[in-house]
Nanobody, 127 residues
Framework: QVQLVESGGGLVQAGGSLRLSCAAS????????MGWFRQGTGKEREFVAV????????YYADSVKGRFTMSRDNAKNTVYPQMNSLKPEDTAVYYC????????????????????WGQGTQVTVSS
């Protein structure tokens, strides 16, 4: 059974930082793209960031570029989004996602690209 478990969410003041983590179990994810999405109340789910398995490249939504940094530890099957300079508009449930193994798509920003999802972790940024 493939499982993605997010942790690290919480309440933080504007300008603060949080480090989320997503631990994968059930199989190795070294050849899976690992993405993060978020969904605010009353909003659609949106792409946040991805770290690709093939090139180890990272890509970010414009709204978080320069503030969020993605890293991954394949030995631990874990990815870590470091979120700095948080803003109230970053408030959302954050979801970790993984593609099928070895799958490559240019549409890393599209949630349909991902086959596995975590349960989400709430991030609340107060003003």
């Amino acid at each position: 059974q493939v499982q993605l478990v997010e942790s690290g969410g919480g309440l933080v003041q504007a300008g603060g930082s949080l480090r989320l983590s997503c631990a994968a179990s059930g199989r190795t994810f070294s050849n899976c793209d690992m993405g993060w999405f978020r969904q605010g109340t009353g909003k659609e789910r949106e792409f946040v960031a991805v770290v690709r398995w093939s090139s180890r490249s990272t890509y970010y939504a414009d709204s978080v570029k320069g503030r969020f940094t993605m890293s991954r530890d394949n030995a631990k099957n874990t990815v870590y989004p470091q979120m700095n300079s948080l803003k109230p508009e970053d408030t959302a449930v954050y979801y970790c996602a993984a593609t099928s193994p070895g799958y490559y798509s240019g549409s890393y920003y599209y949630d349909g690209t991902y086959s596995y999802w975590g349960q989400g972790t709430q991030v609340t940024v107060s003003s």
